[in-house]
């Protein structure tokens, strides 16, 4: 958001400091603006200016306590001044309180209601509000003000983004370039844009854009990488991941590959690459972060009788703790091939020992699936290394191996990245494993899709049935399986058009 800053004052002392504070913040010389504000408040301190400035100063660096306070000071001696009402807003809008922070710049449009900049910083705590409408509202007042305004037009596009109307987003950063073609962020969205429109070379043209004129940004790096990555160009994709994950100062190497992020009480596990294999929140480490997480644990809705479940892949451990933890009935056997892997799950995501009711094993999945043929009533495929699904595992043989492991009744549920380039061959391929018995969840707002398999006959699936498992279920565990099943029922329409049960459809072809 924009920090607005002072008007230069006149020729004394005391306000030749001042200026000498504004023109070293707007150079980024951010410890001789300081200096020039202390020595103004050190004869002066109840001096606005410079306690506005510093309080400026202070934002822009990141330290937001200090920012609160000075700002805060400001506001106190000149309650209607519009740039610390503004730098204000910002500041409360990044310490977690968007709320306060509308009201800020509510005050502020309302002392001076045609200021174009107050409203884009208005629409931006609106988006993190999930206003989107009425952000899209205070945008277009801002451009009605003060047209080609690049942060509004930048705004507008991102709330088109957020509503999923891609065509009229990518419209709003086309505008934008057009006026600032240095804009690395629009740039970026407008790869963000083509990708969700499936325009996979031109989203990676306008990464490497971003990228160019950005060359430190971790974001821009990620985002080239997983466009690659959909394009099939693995190496460079690998990469734009490791540029990443090298300039991201809050990873920290583990072995090999292996590294965590910690960040806002959140540590992910990593795996050469940006990508976050398993997440955990450290005041809650049990609690399944991933939204695909939470959809693998669908399979109760399938088998609410579940005793045995098998998981290929361990990541950070997130879904066998939480059954271990939660669901007392259940035995789960947890099948990785990365010894330290399993190694890092229990030294820093709290995956519990073995015991009677969890066992992780060192192995080959594949191999432990022909192994083990009619062993598990459910099966929880979350198999990826740095780049996605490992390109020659998911074979046809491997998905007969996985019905082959279930019992009658069983349900497999294999975690798949939409963007896979191999993603309609992996489908076709469970569908003629599973004689059609097919499903799909596809994960909310993530690039995730699940694929059901069932084995044999699956009992009553009518919708009123699942609503009511659902119910249960949600109180048990805490997951939004209501959300899950209203999912169900938008992907997996019955082929004779009713909507009161849940048909498995044949795999497309």
């Known amino acids: 958001m924009k920090n607005y800053l002072p008007t230069q004052a006149g020729k004394k002392t005391p306000a030749q400091l001042i200026n000498r504070a504004w023109r070293s913040l707007q150079k980024g010389e951010f410890d001789k603006a300081v200096s020039a504000c202390r020595a103004v408040l050190g004869s002066q301190p109840d001096q606005f200016d410079a306690t506005y400035v510093m309080g400026v100063v202070r934002l822009q660096q990141g330290r937001l306590a200090e920012a609160r306070d000075l700002l805060g000071a400001a506001l106190r001696m000149r309650p209607n001044d519009i740039g610390a009402l503004l730098n204000y807003g910002s500041l409360l809008a990044r310490t977690g309180q968007p709320q306060e922070g509308l009201a800020t710049y509510d005050k502020a449009i309302a002392l001076k209601p045609d200021l174009a900049e107050a409203h884009v910083n208005r629409g931006n705590v609106l988006v993190e509000l999930r206003r989107n409408e009425d952000a899209l509202s205070s945008y277009e007042r801002a451009l009605a003000l003060k047209p080609d305004v690049p942060e509004a037009l930048y705004g507008r596009g991102n709330v088109h983004f957020r509503a999923k109307r891609y065509d009229e987003a990518l419209a709003q950063y086309d505008r934008l370039l057009a006026l600032s073609a240095s804009h690395a962020h629009a740039h970026n969205q407008r790869g963000r844009t ?4 499936g325009r996979f070379e031109e989203a990676a043209e306008s990464y490497a854009k971003a990228v160019g004129l950005m060359p430190r940004n971790s974001e821009f790096h990620t985002n080239h990488g997983t466009v690659l990555r959909a394009l099939g160009r693995l190496a460079d994709a690998d990469a734009s991941y490791r540029r990443s994950l090298r300039l991201n100062k809050a990873h920290v190497p583990i072995k090999g590959d ?3 992020i910690e960040m806002d009480g959140l540590r992910t596990l990593h795996l050469g690459t940006p990508i976050s294999q398993s997440s955990m929140r450290l005041e809650q480490p049990f609690e399944l972060v991933h939204p695909h997480s939470r959809a693998l644990m669908s399979f109760l809705l399938f088998v609410p009788r579940a005793r045995e479940v098998v998981t290929i892949g361990l990541g950070g451990g997130s879904v066998p703790k939480f059954l271990h933890r939660f669901a007392p009935g259940i035995r789960t056997r947890a099948v990785e091939i990365d010894a330290d892997v399993i190694a890092v799950a229990r030294s820093h995501f709290q995956l ?13 999945g594949a191999r432990y699936l022909r192994d083990h043929h009619g062993s598990a009533d459910a099966l929880l495929l979350d198999i990826f290394d740095g780049l996605g699904t490992p390109q020659n ?5 491997f998905f007969d191996d996985c019905r082959a492991a279930l019992a009658t009744g069983g349900a497999a549920l294999i975690h798949l990245w939409s963007f896979d380039v191999q993603f309609n061959l992996f489908v076709e391929r469970i569908g003629r494993s599973f004689s059609g ?12 899709t699940i694929v059901v398999g069932l084995s044999g006959e699956i009992g009553d699936l009518a919708w009123a049935t699942l609503a009511e498992r659902a119910t249960l279920l949600e109180t048990a565990y805490g ?3 209501a959300g899950i099943v209203e999912d169900l029922r938008l992907a997996n329409p019955a082929p004779d058009g009713s909507a009161s049960a849940l048909l498995p459809l044949p795999s497309a072809t």
Not at 194 to 197: K, Y
Not at 354 to 359: E, F
């Open 194 to 197: 083509l990708f969700r429109l």
């Open 258 to 260: 292996i590294g965590i």
């Open 352 to 364: 519990p020992a073995d015991d009677d009711r969890l066992q992780v094993i060192q192995g080959d």
């Open 393 to 397: 595992l998911y074979s046809q043989e």
């Open 437 to 448: 018995r097919l499903l799909r969840i596809p994960v909310g707002e993530t690039d995730s």
């Open 479 to 481: 997951i939004e399986f």
